[in-house]
């Protein structure tokens, strides 16, 4: 398996804490690769390492097999590593086209071309299985699914090859989870790597190729889909045997 | 099935997309002034005298609504907009009436002074992460009080006059006092500056900047958007703005005071959020804070025609901000705030 993005024995540390300690993960293209873990588990600041927000205090950080060393999260997106926040980073009052292409616009001498604009936005949204008839509308208006969709249309169209999502279903009802799900199988169809970053063992599941549990900083597991079924997943998320023992406890209780 | 039963296309009727805009407040509010005084003060609010009035004040508020209003949509506050006003014509006096200097070069250079009152109140801003509405109001103040000091300093009054007698001042006459076909000249500079800002805002990169700037900083910049050029940008352009308003009155009044333009700040900004600005950035329309100032104009002059005594002018004009701004919110919520 070659893997687009790697780290390799990567650990941050900030202060006193150690936020991440010895952390490899390898991405491919075309797979969704999961990275499970409970709220403190190091999630956050393994997107920021993978983003180029921050710097690894040690291990290496590879790009086809090559050692890079990013300064900011544009230099990472030059090199085709793009993150979705939970903000989206999209503005809520301003039109569709216009969030697409905020920051990258096409234009002739500083004037937009906003027919061309709006007929790309239409085409990319309509390859995500959205159809827009109106991109001048508001994304305000739009569904918490569909804003994601936004957001991954935009970091693919711009030339994304591996596209971080941070907890993109945990805002989301079941349905719009659900789109959200499909959204991520057809960008791994599309030959993008999907890094999908959540809590959520069961919508990991549905989409996963891969699964790393991160938990306190490390990654406790590695898992391939064909290898590992759903409870297995969330036993070891939840913390398995803790859980057991509170399972326990509480059936004392009762 | 038609495509209007997916349940993911996703559409918006024409009235949906009319009440939208951020025009419609100051637009109806515009109509239904008209009509009010149209009724009640007659042919000489409706006839071409009353046009050539009332768009004479509006054009000196306008100019200013303009670059607020821009301002506002990269979500920032200028509050100093009446102090460079001051500043900037007593600059000009003071070079041009007190030493002699030809009135293009003294307004040249005051122009300078302007750009350097916006750039330091931008830089400020962007620099130290303060609200500009602070950084801003301190200038507000400062500027005002050094505009009063180094005058009396100088000349020992706090007015200039007589500066019909200073070289340049017929020809400059021409492009900021004068009046065609009985409209002030100020019209046209108003008319000229919200289309070339309406471009800038809807049809130029730069415009696209200043929503992403002011509807999410931090989004914007980590896309890429100059977001401090941007908001610098703007501050130098409400000083322009202030510049080019004390510049009309100086030289349509021929002297000037050190009290000039006080209040009109908030004037500015009135016209701009009633013509549908969000005081928290990112939406927003140029059109929209130029059909404030006519309001603004129609009611200052219309109750002047309408014989209603004067007084009456601020609790109009506060009535007018409060329920235009309700209107905007109303509507904006119904279609913007709408998720399903």
């Known amino acids: ?42 999630k956050s600041t393994l997107i920021k390492v993978l983003s180029g927000v921050h710097k690894a205090d040690e291990g290496e950080y590879l790009i086809n097999g090559a050692a890079v060393h990013f300064e900011s999260p544009r230099e990472a997106l030059d090199s ?18 216009r969030n697409f292409f905020l920051g990258n616009e096409r234009h002739s001498g ?35 699914g569909e804003r994601q969709a936004v957001a991954i249309a935009r970091a693919i169209y711009f030339g994304a090859k591996i596209l971080i999502l941070d907890e993109p279903t945990s805002a989301l009802g079941v349905k719009q989870a659900g789109v959200v799900l499909r959204y991520i199988a057809q960008t791994k169809q599309r030959g993008v790597g999907v890094v999908f970053i959540t809590h959520n063992p069961h919508h990991a599941y549905l989409v996963g190729d891969s699964f790393y549990l991160l938990n306190r900083g490390q990654i406790l597991d590695r898992h391939e889909k064909a290898n590992v079924a759903i409870d297995e997943l969330i036993r070891e998320m939840s913390g398995g045997a803790e859980l057991e023992m509170l399972a326990h406890e509480l059936k004392d209780i009762h | ?69 821009l ?47 916006g750039l330091f109140n931008g830089w400020l801003t962007v620099s130290t992460g303060l609200p500009s509405f602070i950084v801003t109001l301190g200038m507000m103040f400062g500027l005002a009080g050094l505009t009063i000091g180094v005058t009396r300093l100088i000349t020992n009054r706090t007015q200039l ?45 730069f415009g696209n900047w200043i929503f992403g700037t002011g509807g999410n900083l931090d989004g914007a910049r980590n896309l890429g958007v100059p977001t401090s050029r941007v908001r610098i940008s703007l501050f130098v352009g409400t000083a322009l703005a202030s510049w080019l308003v004390s510049t009309t009155q100086l030289i349509t009044f021929s002297g000037t005071d050190v009290l000039r333009g006080t209040g009109k700040e908030f004037e500015a900004i009135i016209a701009a959020v009633i013509g549908g600005c969000l005081l928290t950035g990112g939406f927003g329309s140029v059109v929209g804070a130029a059909l404030g100032a006519l309001l603004f104009g129609m009611v200052k002059q219309g109750i002047i025609f309408a014989q209603i005594d004067s007084d009456w002018y601020k609790f109009f004009l506060g009535v007018m901000l409060v329920s235009a701004v309700l209107i905007n919110n109303s509507f904006r919520k119904r279609v913007v705030g709408s998720s399903k």
Do not use: H
Not at chain 1, 2 to 10: G, I, P, T
Not at chain 1, 123 to 141: F, H, P, S, W, Y
Not at chain 2, 16 to 34: C, D, Q, Y
């Open chain 2, 71 to 117: 301002l506002m949509i990269a979500g920032e506050f200028d509050l100093s907009v009446g102090s460079t006003i001051a500043a900037t014509g007593m600059v000009t006096a003071l070079l041009s009436i007190q030493y002699g200097i030809n009135l293009w070069l003294s307004l040249f250079i005051s122009a300078l002074f302007a750009v350097c009152i």
């Open chain 1, 80 to 97: 085709g590593i793009a993150t979705v926040y939970q903000d989206l980073a999209v503005q809520p009052l301003m039109s569709i086209w």
């Open chain 2, 1 to 69: 099935m038609t495509i209007s039963n997916d349940e993911r296309v996703v559409q918006r009727s024409f009235v949906r997309k009319v009440l939208g805009r951020p025009e419609l407040g100051a637009a109806l509010g515009t109509i239904l002034v008209w009509v009010t005084f149209a009724i009640i003060a007659g042919s000489v609010f409706i006839g071409v005298d009353g046009i050539r009035n009332y768009t004479a004040v509006a054009a000196d508020i306008g100019v200013l609504a303009v670059a607020v209003a």
């Open chain 1, 1 to 42: 398996m070659s893997s687009y993005l790697e780290l390799r024995n990567v650990s941050k540390i900030f202060g006193t804490v150690i936020a991440l300690k010895d952390v490899s993960v390898s991405i491919p293209l075309a797979e969704v690769t999961c990275i499970l873990g409970d709220n403190g588990a190091g």
């Open chain 2, 161 to 205: 006059g007589g500066l019909q007698d200073t070289p340049g001042y017929t020809s400059a006459v021409k492009f900021f006092g004068s009046k065609i076909d009985g409209f002030s000249v100020t019209v046209i500079w108003w008319v000229l500056l919200v289309v070339i800002a309406s471009v800038v805002l809807t049809r130029r990169r």
């Open chain 1, 110 to 144: 500083g004037m937009m071309k906003i027919a061309e604009q709006k007929q790309i936005v239409r085409e990319q949204m309509d390859l995500m299985g959205i159809k827009l008839r109106d991109v001048d509308q508001a994304v305000g208006t739009l569904s918490g």
